[in-house]
């Protein structure tokens, strides 16, 4: 697998955060970020978590973890970033869209997690933040 240049980008509140991580994952970006556009990338969020979150429940599944049956929903929110992160880069995806990825994490959590996001920014990845909402 050819390497991919990693992103480090920082959104504005007046960019549709959405819209644009969709454009990214869809193959559909005009900008210098088309050389992502043949390639498979899947999306480390909040949002991404709640919303598989939402398949566990509405399919009775537990995919996440694969050490346990555990669904997703019944660890911490520290621990769902971690399995949902580990379940992100199992499948196979050439590029990770990681949004926010310390959020409403404790300071020692953070610590840890920003080794675990160094290390694995080695590969292909896009780290998005954005401003907070006031």
């Not at 709640?50 to 929110?77: G, H, M, V, W």
């Amino acid at each position: 697998m050819e390497a991919l240049e990693h992103w480090g980008l920082f959104l504005s509140n007046q960019v549709d955060k959405n819209t644009f991580i969709e454009t990214i994952l869809y193959g559909k970006s005009s900008t210098e970020l088309s050389t992502l556009n043949t390639k498979n990338g899947i999306l480390f969020s909040d949002i991404a978590i709640d919303n598989f979150i939402k398949k566990e429940y509405q399919y009775d599944t537990a995919e996440a973890s694969f050490d346990t049956s555990r669904k997703l929903r019944t660890f911490s929110s520290g621990e769902r970033k971690k399995i949902y992160l580990d379940y992100c880069i199992n499948q196979g995806t050439e590029y990770i869209i990681v949004d926010n990825p310390l959020d409403h994490l404790d300071q020692e959590s953070k610590k840890k997690d920003y080794n675990y996001f160094t290390t694995i920014s080695q590969k292909n990845a896009i780290d998005l933040y954005s401003k907070p909402s006031n």
